[in-house]
C-alpha cells in the first residue's frame, strides 16, 4: 500500500478526507446532529470567531444549528471550503491534521462573498472503527 513519508496509508488519508468531506456538507445541510457526531462525545471547537470554546455532543449540535438557521435567517447559503489538508501520525490511535478552511456566502441571487479564511489544526483520533476528531483550534487569518 502507497505511503506517505510520515505512515499515513493511502487508505487512511482517503478515510480523513471523506471525514473532512462529509463534515462540510454536513455543517452546511443543516444536519447539525450528525455534523456534532464527527467529533468525539467530549470533542472540543475553539476558535477566535466564537466567545468560548464549545464542548461535547450537545452543545457541538446547538453551535451547528445556529450557524445554519443564521446562513438562512440572512437568506445566504453557506459553504465550508476545506483545502490543503495535511495529515501526520502522532501514534496508531492519534493523528493531526491541518487544512485550510474558508467560509463562503452567497445571497439568494447574489454572488459569492468570502466569509472568513482560516486555518483548522485538529486532533483526530481513534474511536472504535472509525476517526472522530477531538479537539479542533482554528486560527483566522484576519487576527
Known amino acids: 500500500m502507497a505511503r506517505t513519508d510520515d505512515g499515513v496509508d493511502a487508505a487512511l488519508l482517503a478515510l480523513i478526507h471523506q471525514l473532512y468531506g462529509q463534515q462540510s456538507h454536513l455543517i452546511d445541510g443543516g444536519s447539525a446532529r450528525e455534523w456534532a457526531l464527527t467529533f468525539t462525545p467530549d470533542g472540543e471547537f475553539c476558535s477566535p470567531s466564537y466567545p468560548a470554546p464549545v464542548s461535547g455532543t450537545d452543545a457541538?449540535?446547538?453551535?451547528?444549528?445556529?450557524?445554519?438557521?443564521?446562513?438562512?435567517?440572512?437568506?445566504?447559503?453557506?459553504?465550508?471550503?476545506?483545502?490543503?489538508?495535511?495529515?501526520?501520525?502522532?501514534?496508531?490511535?492519534?493523528?493531526?491534521?491541518?487544512?485550510y478552511l474558508q467560509i463562503v456566502a452567497t445571497a439568494r441571487g447574489g454572488a459569492p462573498r468570502p466569509v472568513r479564511f482560516t486555518t483548522i489544526d485538529d486532533v483526530v483520533v481513534r474511536h472504535g472503527d472509525t476517526w472522530l476528531i477531538?479537539?479542533?483550534?482554528?486560527?483566522?487569518?484576519?487576527?
Open 60 to 99: 457541538l449540535e446547538a453551535f451547528a444549528g445556529r450557524f445554519y438557521v443564521g446562513a438562512q435567517d440572512a437568506g445566504e447559503v453557506h459553504r465550508h471550503v476545506i483545502t490543503n489538508i495535511a495529515v501526520d501520525r502522532v501514534d496508531d490511535d492519534t493523528l493531526r491534521v491541518r487544512a
Open 134 to 143: 477531538a479537539r479542533r483550534t482554528v486560527s483566522r487569518d484576519d487576527a
